[in-house]
């Protein structure tokens, strides 16, 4: 069963943003090189760090399993931590590219 608690907000920040890229902003950032190199320079960063602090061996993070969809990949590290993530920094790239446009 997917958990409520995490999975859907995590689900729904992404279609969010996505969505605000779509419906409001159109900044072309999904369409940018740049944006897909800086979101595997996040990943770079947020794997080896998130897979640290959620490992099951010895979780500095802890995480109730009925919240989460239960999929830990990889190093442990729930999805849902990639999905907020995106949405996190999706979001505020969108917000500056459309504001630096509006100038």
Do not use: C
């Not at 999929?71 to 979001?91: C, K, N, Q, S």
């Amino acid at each position: 069963m997917i958990g409520l608690g995490y999975t859907v907000p995590a689900v729904v920040s992404v279609l969010a943003v996505i969505g605000l890229e779509f419906a409001l902003l159109h900044t072309g950032l999904f369409r940018r090189l740049a944006y897909w190199l800086s979101m595997v320079i996040v990943l770079g960063f947020q794997v080896p760090v998130d897979g640290w602090l959620t490992k099951r061996s010895a979780p500095i993070v802890l995480y109730n399993d009925r919240d989460t969809s239960g999929i830990r990949f990889p190093f442990d590290i729930p999805i849902e931590d990639f999905l907020f993530g995106f949405a996190m920094v999706t979001a505020v790239l969108l917000l500056w590219e459309y504001q630096r446009a509006h100038r």
